[in-house]
C-alpha cells in the first residue's frame, strides 16, 4: 500500500492568516468553525484541560474586609488571613471591598461590548506593538509567535497609570466604565497594599512608598464558546508579570489555581475579586489557568499594578527587612522593564517568569 505523505504544517503561515484577519478567535466563532484549529490544539500530554482533575475540596480563601478602617481587632483579624492566604495559596478573593457591584457589573459589560462591537470599528485598535505608545493594546494572544500553542482569548490592554488617559483616548463602547473602575481599583489597591504590608510585618506603607502602586494597566479579556473544550485552554498555566493583581471574572468560571500541585477551581462569587501577588516567596506566587468552554463568552478584567512602562531604572528586590540567614534573597534584583522584556519575549509557555531571575 502506498502511503500518502501529508501536506506539511506551516504553523507559522497559519498564525499569520490568523493574525492578519484582526477579529481574532471571536472571528472563527463567528464564522461557524465546527473544530478548532491546529494553532490552538495542544499536544495531548501537556493537555490543560484535562491534564488532572480539580480538587472540589480545596477552597480558595475569601476575605471580608468590612469595617478593617474602623475596628483594630478587625483589621487585625483581617492582616491575619491575608497573611495566610498569601503564604499557603498566593491568591484570595475579596468582598466588601468598596466597589459597587453596579460598577463591577457595568466593567463586564464594557469588555462584552468592546470585543462584540462591528470588527471594522473594532480592527481599528487592533496591534501587536507593545512599546507602550499605544494606549490602547487589542489582539489575540500578546505571545502569539512565541507562545508553544495559541489560546482561545482575545483581549485588550489598556495603561491607565500613572498617567490617566483621556475619555477620547479609550474605544467609546467602553471608555467611561474603564476610566471609573481604574479609578475605584487604584483605591482598593492602596488597601490591599496595607494589609499585605502589615501581613509582611512592616510598616503599612512600605509597599506603596516602593512604588507597587505607581502604575496600573486594565486587561478585558473575552473567551468565546469553544467547540472542542478538551482539544485547547483559555490561558496556560503561568504566574503573573506584575507586583500583584486584581481580577473581576464574570460567573462562567473557568479560573484555576495549583495548590499544593492540585488544580482547584476559583468559583465566581458576586461582587468579589481576586487578588494575586508576587514576593521573594514569603507570600507564593501561584501557577494559575483558565479552561476553555463550551459556555460562553466567559469575560474578566485583570488589573495589573506594574511600572511595565514607566521611564524609571529603578531596582525592585526583596525586601531586605525580611531576609536572614535562614530566609535569604531568592531571586536578584531587576527592572519592571526587564522582567517584563523577559515575560514578554518567553510568552505563556508553563514556565514561571521568576525562574530567570533566580539566585
Same mark, same amino acid.
Given at each position: ?135 490602547? &493594546? ?5 505571545? !502569539?509567535? @512565541?507562545?508553544?500553542? #495559541? =489560546?482561545? /482569548? ?111 477551581? &476559583? ?5 468579589? !475579586?481576586? @487578588?494575586?501577588?508576587? #514576593? =521573594?516567596? /514569603? ?77
Amino acid at each position: 500500500m502506498v502511503q500518502v505523505s501529508q501536506p506539511e504544517y506551516d504553523r507559522k503561515a497559519e498564525l499569520t492568516a490568523f493574525d492578519q484577519t484582526k477579529t481574532g478567535v471571536k472571528g472563527l466563532v463567528d464564522a461557524g468553525i465546527t473544530e478548532v484549529p491546529r494553532i490552538f490544539i495542544q499536544p495531548s500530554p501537556e493537555n490543560d484541560n484535562f491534564d488532572q482533575p480539580s480538587r472540589s475540596d480545596l477552597i480558595l480563601p475569601t476575605i471580608d474586609l468590612e469595617g478593617i478602617n474602623e475596628d483594630p481587632i478587625r483589621r487585625k483579624e483581617v492582616i491575619e488571613k491575608v497573611k495566610d492566604a498569601s503564604e499557603k495559596w498566593g491568591f484570595f478573593q475579596l468582598v466588601n471591598h468598596g466597589i459597587p457591584i453596579s460598577v463591577l457589573e457595568e466593567m463586564i459589560k464594557g469588555v462584552m461590548r468592546f470585543h462584540e462591537q462591528d470588527n471594522e470599528v473594532k480592527k481599528e485598535w487592533y496591534t501587536r506593538d507593545v512599546s507602550g505608545k499605544r494606549r490602547v &493594546v487589542y489582539n489575540s494572544n500578546f505571545d !502569539l509567535y @512565541v507562545a508553544p500553542v #495559541t =489560546n482561545w /482569548r482575545d483581549s485588550f490592554y489598556c495603561t491607565v497609570a500613572p498617567n490617566p488617559p483621556q475619555s477620547q483616548d479609550l474605544p467609546p463602547s467602553c471608555s467611561d466604565i474603564l476610566l471609573e473602575y481604574s479609578r475605584q481599583v487604584m483605591k482598593l489597591g492602596g488597601c490591599v497594599l496595607e494589609l499585605m504590608s502589615e501581613a509582611l510585618g512592616l510598616n503599612p506603607n512600605h509597599l506603596m512608598d516602593m512604588g507597587c502602586a505607581e502604575g496600573l494597566a486594565v486587561l478585558g479579556h473575552y473567551y468565546p464558546s469553544c467547540p472542542q473544550p478538551e482539544l485547547t485552554i483559555g490561558t496556560p498555566t503561568h504566574s503573573d508579570n506584575d507586583f500583584f493583581t486584581i481580577l473581576l471574572q464574570d460567573q462562567i468560571g473557568g479560573l484555576q489555581v495549583s495548590y499544593q500541585n492540585q488544580w482547584t477551581d &476559583v468559583p465566581p462569587i458576586p461582587g468579589a !475579586l481576586v @487578588v494575586n501577588l508576587i #514576593t =521573594n516567596d /514569603r507570600f507564593l506566587s501561584s501557577q494559575h489557568k483558565v479552561l476553555a468552554n463550551k459556555v460562553g463568552p466567559r469575560v474578566s478584567v485583570a488589573s495589573f499594578f506594574t511600572t511595565g512602562y514607566i521611564q524609571t531604572s529603578k531596582v525592585f528586590e526583596p525586601i531586605k527587612q525580611l531576609l536572614s540567614k535562614a530566609n535569604p534573597a531568592k531571586y536578584r534584583g531587576t527592572t519592571v522593564k526587564e522582567y517584563l522584556d523577559h515575560y514578554m519575549d518567553k510568552g505563556l509557555d508553563g514556565t514561571s517568569a521568576l525562574l530567570h531571575f533566580q539566585i
